[in-house]
């Protein structure tokens, strides 16, 4: 790279001195080899020049002219500096490490340079450097020319004849009387590397920049340089489907496509009249399109609807007509503030927001719905934990017997005292603990605390006792052994099977096959009873129904509601509770209605035959001890549909209890 370490001398009347071991002395170097070496300098490949004590070139090889598109000779008498831009074009005067210029004109110079050598030169002890980056430049080829440093090699942009930069790497190296520079060309290795940078950033089937330049990008826009704006848009969006069209047509097809959609979503961000806008696939049939500079949301949700307009055209793809749609993540804000991994978080929940809701629409951002999402991404990352701490309690809501207005049961209603958001009801932690698995850690400890306080009210009215009702998850029976942990809890507590009734719901117990229907018949063999919970919202598989091991039915509270006006009462609510209640009795089940607010229902549907009722007219949901207190009240033996709780106010209309829990 920095040429041989010789060269012809700088007198031509001279010997050349000694520069390896193996040469002869400088006083035994033969006219002949000085040649040998002249002829060598000028036939190199290699660009190189001799530089003098001074500073200047005191000879060009051929190479080096072709390279600047100059004479060699009329590049004698110019500085490294301006030969190659090497330490200090710009700097004070451009003048040489150890002589100053004292006149000349540096116009139309090869490389930036004058091609006219320049006067005599007068000698200095030290030139000024540059400042800056520049002035360490300077010094360090000072260093090499001076015999203080034994190289200095950079990488630099050189203009060649045509006046096209290209990139070099230059190579200064002490030789005895100044140095050699040598001059490599860089820019076939500059361009080739440019080449595999761009691979490296560009995704081969759409040709779009990839990941890797998107978060460069995205990282640059953040920082806000030069914005005009301080804002950033970004349309984060995934293709509805093409799973479906990339396994049926096959990935050739899939490629296809995803170049085609690439088009239209360029064109798009194209049309938006401004620059500084980016179109990424990130992987998949994931894109993205940043707006750097963005003038509002209002910008970027037109972006994404006019994307979801270009993608309603079908696409004509190998004899296929495709049809496809995209849902859109949208988010703009500050760029001031914004983290690429926050925005991309924010953009990627946006994203199955608009999923969520329906697909094929783009969905904005929202602060607010974020934040409850956040809220229950912390209840769900907690719930074992919770558990294990005793955070849950539970509640229990009776059970009244319509025809006498006896006590026969309670619903056992989990609560969770959160340290941080309060009492929480069962609507905000059961879907999630449903959905990570946690349920099934939670069910038994319901399931066992109901046991137990069940036991502890035989114990206290062994003559008159009540049993438990108690919710059981679908995912209960599949990923944990119901039938072995209902049997432990059973001997652990000492309660009678008969006292112990599991709820599930109608979509659940409907349909049940395999794993599931064979424990509901083992727990049936136990003793234990199964009621159907929300009956009439499901499947209302009767002929099925007739196979199940249940014992009880509890109707939706919808149908209760339906007696709520007694001035228009819908004869139709009436005509069907009374069949379901008929039905139910022909099979040999009991029916408990849900959602008794007022004694005029708790009067007509004991007309009709229902055996108990659940609701806010007899309590609500309250702790043990009050359950206990209403025991002892009993004695008082209230009419059939009396309030058991007079000072509570009557619930408003549809505000009975929390989803899976209809009875409160």
């Known amino acids: 790279m920095g040429g041989p370490s010789g060269g012809p001398d700088l007198d031509p009347e001279m010997t050349a001195p000694t520069v390896t071991q193996c040469h002869p002395p400088a006083s035994e170097r033969t006219v002949s080899e000085v040649h040998d070496y002249r ?15 001074d500073g200047r070139v005191r000879e060009a090889n051929p190479a080096l002219g072709q390279l600047l598109g100059a004479d060699p000779v009329r590049l004698t008498a110019l500085t490294a500096a301006e030969l190659v831009g090497l330490a200090g074009i710009g700097g004070p005067d451009d003048r040489a490490p150890a002589a100053r210029t004292t006149q000349g004109d540096p116009a139309d110079r090869p490389g930036g340079t004058s091609t006219e050598p320049g006067p005599a030169t007068e000698p200095v002890e030290s030139a000024e450097a540059p400042e800056s980056t520049e002035n360490t430049e300077y010094a360090e080829y000072e260093a090499v020319l001076t015999g203080r440093r034994e190289e200095l090699r950079r990488t630099r942009p050189v203009r060649g004849p045509d006046g096209r930069t290209v990139w070099a790497e230059v190579v200064v190296v002490p030789v005895p009387g100044g140095v050699l520079l040598s001059v490599e060309d860089l820019g076939e290795r500059h361009e080739l590397r440019e080449q595999l940078r761009h691979l490296r950033m560009h995704d081969p089937v759409t040709k779009l920049p990839n990941r890797q330049l998107f978060f460069e990008r995205l990282a640059t826009a953040l920082e806000g340089a030069g914005s005009r704006t301080g804002r950033i848009g970004l349309c984060y969006l995934d293709l509805d489907g093409f799973k479906a069209i990339n396994d049926t047509l096959g990935h050739r097809t899939g490629d296809r496509l995803l170049k085609a959609v690439a088009e239209r979503l360029t064109d798009c961000a194209a049309r938006l009249g401004r620059g500084g806008t980016l179109v990424a696939r990130l992987g998949g049939d994931e894109f993205a399109v940043l707006i750097e500079d963005s003038t509002g949301t209002g910008q970027a949700t037109a972006l994404a609807e006019s994307v979801l307009t270009a993608l309603q055209r079908p696409f004509d793809l190998s004899g296929h007509r495709l049809a496809v749609s995209a849902s859109i993540g949208v988010v703009e804000r500050e760029a001031s503030g914004t983290t690429a991994t926050g925005i991309m978080q924010a953009a990627d929940t946006t994203l199955y927001w608009a999923k969520a809701d329906g697909k094929a629409r783009w969905t904005l951002f929202d602060p607010e719905r974020n934040a409850h999402r956040m809220t ?242 007899y309590s609500r949901p309250v702790p043990p001890e009050r359950i206990a207190e209403l025991r002892r009240d009993a004695a008082g033996d209230p009419a059939p549909g009396s309030p058991r709780e007079a000072a509570e106010p009557e619930p408003e209309p549809g505000q009975q209890g929390a989803p899976g829990e209809p009875g409160e």
């Open 39 to 53: 002829a060598a300098f000028n036939v190199a490949r290699l660009p190189m020049a001799l530089i003098g004590p």
């Open 376 to 617: 229950k991404q912390a209840l769900s990352s907690t719930l074992r934990q919770a558990v294990e701490r005793g955070e849950f309690v539970l509640e229990y809501q009776p059970l009244v017997e319509l025809g006498s207005g006896s006590l026969r049961g309670v619903e056992a209603l989990v609560r969770w005292e959160h340290p941080h958001f309060g009492l929480l009801g069962p609507n905000r932690f059961i879907p999630l603990a449903e959905e990570n698995g946690s349920i099934v850690q939670l069910g038994r400890w319901v399931l066992a605390e109901a046991c137990r306080q069940t036991r502890q009210w035989q114990k206290d009215h062994p003559d008159d006792p009540i049993f438990v009702s108690v919710n059981v998850a679908v995912r209960q029976v599949w990923d944990s052994d119901l039938v072995a942990d209902v049997a432990e809890i059973l001997d652990d507590t000492g309660l009678p099977p008969e006292l112990l009734q599991l709820e599930l719901t109608e979509s659940a117990v409907m349909g049940s096959a395999g794993r599931p229907l064979q424990a509901l018949h083992a727990l049936h063999e136990m003793g234990v009873h199964i009621a159907i919970d929300d009956f009439g919202t499901g499947y209302s598989n009767l002929a099925y129904l007739s196979r199940l091991p249940v014992s009880a039915l509890k109707l939706d509270g919808t149908f209760v509601r339906g007696f709520r006006d007694t001035l228009h009462p819908n004869p139709a609510d009436e005509t069907i509770v009374e069949a379901l209640v008929q039905l139910a009795h022909r099979l040999g089940l009991t029916v408990t209605a849900e959602c008794v607010e007022n004694a005029e229902q708790a009067e007509r549907l004991r007309r009709i035959g229902c055996d108990t009722g659940q609701g806010w007219l």
